[in-house]
């Protein structure tokens, strides 16, 4: 059973064009997590998000936790060829800790 | 501050055998939590050590084990491998505080291939 859905699975744009990734969840998380992983390397993180409703920007990516504390998005204003990755959200029940991962989203931005 | 380290980062390994994986968590840190990622299931949870303790355990076998050194570095160990268990295990480090959201913080990961 996948907690956490993700979707796309897959997204291939072009420089320039914006784009949105959905994680979804039927549970609360007392905070929610977004990470970016390049091939061969570990997971970075990008951002967490506590408050139901909170919405957090890091230059052209916005970070939105549901009002529920069930779902979030990760939006990429005019996307560059190094936003290139797999972007993963997890989220967190509790303060121990273990993390929910969603299945990713790889995303490709062609120049 | 050095990140968090994971050695060895490649290993090969045949059936039936065990294997050790070691991870020195950012200084400071007292958490470390163990991950297995792999194309079909993605990154699943394996345990979580807290001082020496282990506080969270995820649904795998008993074949998986870890510890944890006082001076919280962790290791991780799979006896009679399965050609199943051919993944990147990544460990991450965690303050573990009040004020932080369980945020990790993972090592480039030990990519283990069973043979």
């Known amino acids: 059973t996948q907690l956490l859905e993700q979707s796309p699975q897959f997204l291939s744009i072009q420089e320039g064009e914006n784009l949105t990734v959905y994680c979804n969840s039927s549970?609360?998380?007392?905070?929610l997590q977004w990470y970016r992983q390049e091939p061969g390397e570990g997971p970075v993180l990008l951002v967490t998000v506590v408050t139901g409703g909170e919405v957090k920007k890091l230059k052209r990516l916005t970070f939105q936790f549901g009002d529920a504390r069930k779902d979030s998005s990760l939006h990429i204003t005019a996307a560059q060829t190094g936003d290139t990755g797999l972007y993963l959200c997890?989220?967190?029940?509790?303060?121990?800790?273990?993390?929910?991962f969603g299945q990713g989203t790889e995303l490709s931005v062609k120049p | 501050k050095a990140g968090v380290t994971q050695t060895p980062r490649y290993l090969i390994k045949t059936r039936g055998q065990q294997v050790t994986l070691s991870c020195s968590p950012i200084?400071?840190?007292?958490?470390v939590s163990w991950y297995q990622q792999t194309p079909g299931q993605g990154l699943q949870f394996l345990f979580e050590?807290?001082?020496?303790?282990?506080?969270n355990k995820g649904n795998f076998p008993g074949r998986f084990s870890g510890r944890q050194f006082s001076n919280s570095r962790s290791e991780m160990n799979v006896s009679t491998l399965e050609l199943g268990d051919s993944a990147l295990y990544l460990c991450?480090?965690?303050?573990?505080?009040?004020?932080?959201?369980?945020?990790?913080?993972f090592g480039p990961g030990t990519r283990l291939t069973v043979l």
């Open positions: 991450a480090s965690s303050p573990r505080t009040t004020l932080s959201h369980n945020e990790q913080f």
């Open positions: 549970s609360v998380f007392s905070s």
């Open positions: 997890a989220g967190a029940r509790n303060q121990g800790g273990k993390l929910i």
């Open positions: 200084s400071g840190h007292r958490s």
């Open positions: 050590y807290f001082s020496e303790t282990q506080r």
